[in-house]
């Protein structure tokens, strides 16, 4: 049994992660701005701030592993990239092994080629600085981080989110920094949270970008 700390607990990849890893018997806290309507009885939930690094400190104390999985517009204030440097910090800091739920545009759709975030054509302006944000954190930041920090980013597939749901087929893909499918592919909610509570348990990806994907 791990202990396990997911921030961003109750959004759309946080509580599927969180159901996902409390459901093979680990035990579960869920960190984040708002509780759930539904809470799972084996979840510890915690309501706070990720962006305070003293509640930070709070909630990863004790944890095996801390799974960064806050959505892209709820630091409030805090830039994306910011908030999860600062969550990086202080999972380098208690020593715990951190698994970052990313972002599809960091991936490229065949080895050596450009990555998606080079070309944002059909993708609202508004969007723009958030998927720029999202693939730096990975190519310039998590790099950069000390050695002492055991990191494993974890690109979803292209569709992937509350508007695109999917269906959960019990199976995966994984890749590297090339996306499993040229196109971005897909990948449910609760096939994603099957696919990162494994490598969770494997333990065998250090400090690597790896992909999960239908």
């Not at 092994?97 to 070309?119: C, E, H, N, Q, T």
């Not at 944002?120 to 999202?134: F, K, Q, V, Y």
């Not at 310039?140 to 690109?155: H, Q």
Request: without cysteine; proline residues 5%.
């Amino acid at each position: 049994m791990l202990r396990i700390t997911v921030i961003g607990g109750t959004g759309y990849a946080g509580s599927a992660i969180a159901a996902e890893a409390a459901g093979r018997g680990h035990e579960v806290t869920a960190f984040s701005r708002s509780l759930p309507s539904a809470p799972l009885s084996n979840v510890t939930y915690v309501h706070g701030d990720a962006t305070d690094e003293s509640t930070l400190d709070a909630v990863i104390a004790g944890s095996d592993v801390v799974v960064d999985a806050l959505a892209p517009r709820a630091s409030h204030g805090v830039s994306w990239r910011d908030a999860h440097r600062t969550i990086a910090q202080r999972a380098d800091a208690a020593g715990v092994r951190l698994f970052i739920v990313g972002g599809a545009s960091s991936l490229r759709p065949a080895p050596g080629a450009d990555r998606f975030v080079s070309d944002l054509t059909g993708i609202p302006a508004e969007l723009h600085d958030e998927i720029r944000s999202g693939a730096a954190f990975i190519i310039e930041d998590l790099p950069a981080t000390p050695a002492s920090l055991d990191w494993v980013f974890v690109s979803p597939a292209l569709r992937f989110g509350a508007r695109m749901p999917g269906e959960r087929l019990g199976r995966y893909r994984l890749g590297d920094d090339v996306a499993v499918e040229p196109d971005g592919g897909a990948i449910s909610a609760a096939d994603y949270a099957l696919g990162l509570v494994d490598l969770i348990e494997a333990g065998d990806h250090h400090r690597t970008h790896i992909n999960i994907g239908h």
